[in-house]
């Protein structure tokens, strides 16, 4: 799965659970890939399809896309693992994470 698919992917499972999304552009999307909302929730979404762990600079380039996009919440999912400092991070950012096992886990409730 090319890391556009892995986008629309995801895009497709918020709509599942009941979100409108939007994936944003392609190139230059300033560190948000999807934007996910339902009421006041407004979330920015990084999608990241790697074959090693994701480090810091996802949680970086998020957190920097919310306030782009005027996002009140920001995730990060991935296929695979996040690094203990990206894990650590994101904690201080309040940016939640979807390691490859919590994504199996809402692709299991959903489908």
Same mark, same amino acid.
């Given at each position: 799965?090319?890391?556009?698919?892995?986008?629309? @992917?995801?895009?497709?499972? @918020?709509?599942?659970?009941?979100?409108?999304? &939007?994936?944003?552009?392609?190139?230059?999307?300033?560190?948000?890939?999807?934007?996910?909302?339902?009421?006041?929730?407004?979330?920015?979404?990084?999608?990241?399809?790697? &074959?090693?762990?994701?480090?810091?600079?996802?949680?970086?380039?998020?957190?920097a896309g919310l306030?782009?996009?005027?996002?009140?919440?920001?995730?990060?999912?991935?296929?695979?693992y996040f690094t203990k400092s990206?894990?650590?991070?994101?904690?201080?950012?309040?940016?939640?994470?979807?390691?490859?096992?919590?994504?199996?886990?809402?692709?299991?409730?959903?489908?």
């Amino acid at each position: 799965m090319s890391g556009y698919e892995f986008e629309d @992917f995801i895009s497709k499972l @918020f709509k599942k659970m009941g979100y409108s999304t &939007s994936v944003t552009k392609r190139s230059g999307d300033q560190g948000i890939d999807v934007i996910v909302e339902k009421g006041d929730s407004k979330i920015g979404v990084q999608a990241k399809c790697y &074959s090693g762990s994701v480090g810091n600079k996802a949680i970086q380039e998020t957190v920097a896309g919310l306030r782009f996009y005027n996002c009140n919440k920001g995730l990060v999912v991935t296929n695979n693992y996040f690094t203990k400092s990206a894990v650590e991070l994101a904690q201080i950012n309040d940016i939640v994470l979807w390691d490859r096992t919590m994504l199996k886990q809402k692709i299991n409730e959903l489908f």
